[in-house]
């Protein structure tokens, strides 16, 4: 597929047109992960199927902590379009802050989302995976710098 089919939403498109974008992009489909706007202020990324790809150490398995680091990441830029600015042009992770709590083992996972505030250029977020009896197996907090639109 063609990276370029199709271009990246802006941060005020509906949640279905950024959810399609990534949902079908190389690095989601390579994860086997998918997006999804739950409510105006929390997403979800699922990966249903972990496989060996995900666990971590040889014959272990828990998830990968490089797994569950990059799923953080994604989900806290993601947290951009929750904030539906259509100033917003871009947004970079200026700090996540990873807590493992155990070991994440688990037949899907699922990573939460949310914002917490917004100041200026800065959006702060927190970050969760659940083991699969629903105890916090990772959480993380984060903050996006948003570069905005400038009037010349």
């Known amino acids: ?60 398995e828990s998830v990968n902590g490089a797994v569950i680091s990059y799923l953080f990441d994604l989900a806290l830029g993601l947290t951009a379009y929750l904030i539906r600015d259509p100033k917003i042009q871009t947004s970079v992770t200026a700090r996540l802050k990873i807590r493992f709590k155990k070991p994440l083992i688990t037949k899907r996972i699922i990573v939460y989302a949310k914002v917490n505030q917004t100041k200026k250029n800065l959006i702060d977020s927190d970050v969760w ?21 400038t009037k010349s």
């Open 129 to 149: 995976v659940f083991e699969q009896n629903n105890q916090i197996a990772a959480s993380a907090n984060g903050i996006l710098m948003t570069k905005t639109e």
């Open 1 to 60: 597929m063609d990276k370029h089919l199709f271009q990246r939403p802006s941060f005020n498109d509906p949640f279905p047109k950024v959810e399609e974008y990534y949902n079908r992009s190389l690095q989601l489909q390579n994860m086997g992960a998918e997006i999804k706007f739950v409510a105006d202020n929390l997403l979800t990324i699922t990966v249903s199927h972990p496989n060996e790809l995900h666990k971590g150490g040889m014959g272990v």
